[in-house]
C-alpha cells in the first residue's frame, strides 16, 4: 500500500492549495481516511473521512478546509483556502483498515508528506 501526496507549495496568506493523496495498492473497500500534521509520532487530524463517511475537522480548519474523495480515482484531496502563515508545514495522508482510530499513532498506513509554505 502507497499512499502518494502531491500539491503542496507555496502561497501568500489568504491563498488557495488542493492537496491531493493518491492510494496504490489499497485493497479495503471500509476504511478511514485523512490529513494530518506531525505524523507519524504525533499525528495531529486536520480532517478525516471515516469508514461511515462522517467528516471531521480540526477546530483550526473549519470553515477554511474542505476534504473529499474520488473513490473511482482513489484519491482523497484537501481544499484549503484562506490559509493562514499558521497552516504552514508538512501535510501527510493517512489512512487505517476500519474505523479512525482513537490514536491516531496507530493509523495503518502513512504517506511521505508534502510541504505547504504560506507568507504573510
Known amino acids: 500500500v502507497r499512499l502518494v501526496e502531491s500539491g503542496g507549495g507555496s502561497v501568500d496568506a489568504g491563498g488557495s492549495l488542493r492537496l491531493s493523496c493518491e492510494s496504490f495498492?489499497?485493497?479495503?473497500?471500509?476504511?478511514?481516511i485523512g490529513w494530518f500534521r506531525h505524523a507519524p509520532n504525533e499525528p495531529e487530524r486536520v480532517a478525516s473521512i471515516?469508514?461511515?463517511?462522517?467528516?471531521v475537522y480540526a477546530d483550526s480548519v473549519k470553515g477554511r478546509f474542505t476534504i473529499s474523495r474520488d473513490k473511482a480515482k482513489h484519491t482523497l484531496y484537501l481544499q484549503m483556502d484562506k490559509l493562514k502563515p499558521e497552516d504552514s508545514g508538512m501535510f501527510y495522508c493517512?489512512?487505517?483498515?476500519?474505523?479512525?482510530?482513537?490514536?491516531?499513532?496507530?493509523?495503518?498506513?502513512w504517506g511521505k508528506g508534502i510541504l505547504v509554505t504560506i507568507s504573510s
Open positions: 495498492g489499497y485493497p479495503y473497500t471500509s476504511y478511514c
Open positions: 493517512g489512512s487505517h483498515r476500519g474505523n479512525c482510530p482513537l490514536r491516531l499513532t496507530t493509523m495503518d498506513y
Open positions: 471515516d469508514t461511515d463517511d462522517e467528516i
